[in-house]
């Protein structure tokens, strides 16, 4: 099993980042997908998912608006569009795969990271 996180990088406040995370060694289809963040000093913290069919998704209060989930089943892809980030936003972005939508142990399978800097 491989999540294979990319897209991370410095960018200055109000501009954007689009985050990808291609899957494999599992039946990607059938999983929720969700991203987490973990910033310097803090736990990390649930930021969006979206289930197996893309019907449905769920966003953390303070990103819900901004950022948006979506996947592709056909290349086992899911993504993360980051708009009007923030210095708050700066993180090592993580991808997930799981039986569930918020919690970590609901989640079977993560990625390595990718760190999103956000300069003021």
């Known amino acids: 099993v491989q999540l294979q996180a990319s897209g991370g990088g410095l960018v200055q406040a109000g501009g954007s980042l689009r985050l990808s995370c291609a899957a494999s060694?599992?039946?990607?289809?059938?999983?929720?997908m969700g991203w987490f963040r973990q910033a310097p000093g803090k736990e990390r913290e649930f930021v969006a998912a979206?289930?197996?069919?893309?019907?449905?998704?769920y966003y953390l209060d303070s990103v819900r608006g901004r950022f948006t989930i979506s996947r592709d089943n056909a290349k086992n892809m899911v993504y993360l569009q980051m708009n009007r980030l923030t210095p708050e936003d700066t993180a090592v972005y993580y991808c997930?795969?799981?039986?569930?939508?918020?919690?970590?142990?609901?989640?079977?399978?993560w990625g390595q990271g990718t760190l999103v800097t956000v300069s003021s």
């Open positions: 979206i289930a197996w069919s893309a019907l449905t998704t």
């Open positions: 997930a795969g799981g039986r569930n939508f918020f919690r970590e142990k609901e989640y079977d399978y």
């Open positions: 060694g599992f039946t990607f289809r059938s999983y929720n």
